[in-house]
């Protein structure tokens, strides 16, 4: 039995691994009248990789903020100190976009806050400062990105910066399930990037709230294990969740969603479309 379970385990991850998506048939189907607003979407079985719904899942786009789930896989498996304090520098402002920030220039967090803020709230200056941080610097960090993008077969997958302002983070449907499903072997991502509300204390003991980008997480009917909001102009709306849906582990990855609720509204379209679609009981 054991010999059975590993080596489904292995033929999933080849399958990922490779991008070969087997559609459930009977999804399929019944896929016909699913209206998603998403232009590019991907939701696949996560235990075994089928791809229940697929959408324009090559098409290579921005992907705004859901870089940041790269940036914490990156910023973990260098082991840092996560109780280090860092200091917020002119050199983590956004140039790019110009976006506002309430951590000023000065402010000092922890490494472990600054994490929490990038992944929960999707603050760019903590995942600036992140990467800026990192042994050798911005540079070696947006190196590392890139390895680990490699290493986890996302062959179409580009980062340039670690807060995804730049619409040269780029990536596909295809390669995003593999990044989720990467990122949720690490605890502290399935924590911080599922927990609604974050107050964070600054070394001079002011003290700032924070609150989840993605609504979802508070509403009781949702089971997520991880999840990842992102938006830039060029990238549109994104969101990438894996979450349990009718005793069902699945990964939903959906990209340039125009309008604030659409991605949402996609989101819970395909909840209540499995949920009606399955033999199992939604979880509970």
Known sequence: MAAQTEGSVADRETRIASGDRIMDAAFAERAKNLNLKSASVLVVHQEDGRALYAKNTGAVVPIASITKLMTAMVTLDARPVLDEHIRISEADIDDIKGTRSRLKVGSELKRSDLLHLALMSSENRAAAALSRAYPGGTAA?????????????????????????????????????KMVIAAYRYPLVR?????????????????????????????PSW????????????????????????????????????????????????????????????AG
């Not at 190196?143 to 780029?170: C, H, P, Y």
């Not at 003991?205 to 924070?210: I, M, N, T, V």
């Not at 549109?236 to 609720?261: F, H, N, P, Y």
Request: glycine fraction near 8%.
């Open 191 to 219: 924590e911080y990037t599922t927990d609604t509300n974050r107050t964070v204390r600054l070394a001079n003991g002011r003290a700032l709230q924070y609150r989840n980008s993605n609504g979802l997480v508070q509403n």
């Open 141 to 177: 960090f947006v190196a590392a990105m890139n390895q680990k993008a490699i290493e986890l077969g996302m062959w179409r997958t580009r980062f340039v910066d670690s807060t995804g302002l730049s619409s040269d983070n780029v990536s596909t449907a295809q390669d995003l399930v």
């Open 223 to 282: 089971h997520i294990g991880l999840s990842k909001t992102g938006y830039i102009s060029e990238a549109g709306r994104c969101l990438v969740m894996q979450a349990e849906i009718a005793s069902t582990s699945v990964v939903i990855v959906l990209l340039d969603s125009w309008g604030k609720l659409t991605r949402m509204g996609d989101a819970n379209r395909i909840k209540k479309w499995i949920e009606s679609h399955s033999t199992r009981q939604p």
